[in-house]
């Protein structure tokens, strides 16, 4: 018995719109990630000390390695994990943030 010819126009066509729907998740959660990258260099903007944010951008923004934040700025490793703690410390975090695990 001779096959459909709908039955492999369907499934492509099928194909075609799982694809489009990925393209716009895709797309969505493109969108997503530069809103938060932007909310994250608002955050390090907003810490007033110079050095804890140059810390705070290599690490969380270019994606150093303790030991290259190290090396970058010129401390030993000790040094900036101390100093990575007290920046911490000075970054505000928003009480819809402060919820999320």
């Not at 126009?9 to 493109?30: A, C, P, R, V, Y």
């Not at 390090?44 to 944010?53: D, G, H, L, R």
């Not at 150093?64 to 970058?72: F, N, R």
Request: charged share 25%; aromatic share 8%.
């Amino acid at each position: 018995m001779p096959k459909s010819p709908n039955r492999c126009s369907s499934g492509f066509e099928n194909t075609i719109i799982k694809i489009i729907g990925l393209q716009e998740e895709i797309n969505l959660d493109i969108d997503n990630l530069v809103d938060l990258k932007a909310e994250i260099v608002q955050t390090i903007k907003a810490v007033k000390n110079t050095e804890y944010q140059t810390l705070l951008e290599q690490r969380y923004l270019c994606f150093k390695t303790w030991e290259e934040i190290a090396e970058a700025m010129h401390y030993g490793i000790d040094n900036v994990f101390k100093l990575h703690q007290k920046a911490l410390k000075c970054v505000y975090v928003p009480k819809t943030y402060s919820n999320v695990h």
